[in-house]
Each structure stands twice: as C-alpha cells, then as structure tokens.
T-cell receptor, first 115, second 114 residues
Framework: DQQVKQNSPSLSVQEGRISILNCDYTNSMFDYFLWYKKYPAEGPTFLISISSIKDKNEDGRFTVFLNKSAKHLSLHIVPSQPGDSAVYFCAANSAREGSNYKLTFGKGTLLTVNP | EAQVTQNPRYLITVTGKKLTVTCSQNMNHEYMSWYRQDPGLGLRQIYYSMNVEVTDKGDVPEGYKVSRKEKRNFPLILESPSPNQTSLYFC?????????????FGPGTRLTVL
C-alpha cells in the first residue's frame, strides 16, 4: 500500500516555462512534506519542504503548495532551466507518530527541461 | 568537506555470501539512515538510527541488519544476500531534533546479488 504517490513517472517542459510536479498521500497522520532532487549517480539532495500548518512555501524559483483536504501537494518550478532536469521525489513523515525521521518516499518523477 | 561516504560504491556478489556496506559521516550527526532505490518503487527506508546504540526499522527491514556502535558509522549488513536485494542503496545522516530536510545523502552503493 503506497502512502505517497507520484503518478507521473516523467514530465517534459520547455526551458523558461513552468514545471508542475504532483504528489498525493493517503496517510492523514503525515504532517511534514519534502521534495528531494536526484541527479544520476548522485544521492538525493533536499530541495524544499512544507509543514501541514502551511499551504505554501517558496524558495526562489521553487514553490510547494499543500492542499490538506485533498491530501495533495505540488512543486512548481518557475522558470524551468535545463539544469533542473532530474528525478524529483516527494516524501512525507509524521512527527505526531513519534518519529521525525521515518520518511516515506514516492516513486519519483523524471523532469526533463528542454532548451 | 562535510560528507557522507559509502563503501563500496559497486559490488557484485553471490547468494548467501555475507556482506557489509559501510557508511560514515563527518558532520557529527546523531541521525543516520539507510534507503534502497528500486525502479518503479522509489526510495524505501530500511533502518534508521537516532543515536549510538539506538536503531529502528523502516519500511523494508527484512533481510538487513544494522549497528550503531559509533556516532559516525552506520554499517548495513546483509547476512545472507538474495537476488531480491539487488538494488541501489543510499545512506543518509542528519541532526536529531531538526526536521528531516537536513538529511544529507551519500553517493549510493549499487549492489548486484547473483
């Protein structure tokens, strides 16, 4: 039973346009959500996060939106750059369940930004 | 340089031959964790450790052991590897008491079990 779902295995966008990556979750106990970025032959690196008490968090070109009622979050990248081409993982955890560190990841979405 | 190192980076072995993948961090982090990445399954947590001598199971602990005798090291042990443990493994570390966005991942170990 997959608790964090990224239903789009891949996404292709043009440089300068907006990239929107989606993530859905089923566990209502999740209260902290993260996006990680992964280049080939490297480990994932943290990109941006959001707590369940917020519905939006921005960091430069990256914005994460959280819709708790729909159990849905999305990552917006504006404008997209070729260097953003990578696999993006959505992850979640539940501090309320007593573990800040038991992360559950989605399957990932491969973003390709074309010049 | 602050980093998480894993050894070996690549390993091909045979079923049943015990192996250990080492993980070491030089950032004095309390928290360390192991993940495996498989096609179509994403990243799944195997074990994690909040501090020395404290370990907990993640989502897929079966077939693996860990130990945390020192703060900087968190080896992953496969007592009797099987082909379904062929995967890409990542170690991560972070500061306890902070949100998980401060996790730093190692470069990965690609394991093939024949």
């Amino acid at each position: 039973d997959q608790q964090v779902k990224q239903n789009s295995p891949s996404l292709s966008v043009q440089e300068g346009r907006i990239s929107i990556l989606n993530c859905d979750y089923t566990n209502s106990m999740f209260d902290y959500f993260l996006w990680y970025k992964k280049y080939p032959a490297e480990g994932p690196t943290f990109l941006i996060s959001i707590s369940s008490i917020k519905d939006k968090n921005e960091d430069g070109r990256f914005t994460v939106f959280l819709n708790k009622s729909a159990k849905h979050l999305s990552l917006h990248i504006v404008p997209s750059q070729p260097g953003d081409s990578a696999v993006y993982f959505c992850a979640a955890n539940s501090a309320r369940e007593g573990s800040n560190y038991k992360l559950t990841f989605g399957k990932g979405t491969l973003l390709t930004v074309n010049p | 340089e602050a980093q998480v190192t894993q050894n070996p980076r690549y390993l091909i072995t045979v079923t049943g031959k015990k192996l250990t993948v080492t993980c070491s961090q030089n950032m004095n982090h309390e928290y360390m964790s192991w993940y495996r990445q498989d096609p179509g399954l994403g990243l799944r947590q195997i074990y994690y450790s909040m501090n020395v001598e404290v370990t907990d199971k993640g989502d897929v602990p079966e077939g693996y052991k860990v130990s945390r005798k020192e703060k900087r090291n968190f080896p992953l042990i496969l007592e009797s590897p099987s082909p379904n443990q062929t995967s890409l493994y990542f170690c991560a570390s972070g500061l306890a008491g902070e949100s998980t966005d401060t996790q730093y991942f190692g470069p990965g170990t690609r394991l093939t079990v024949l």
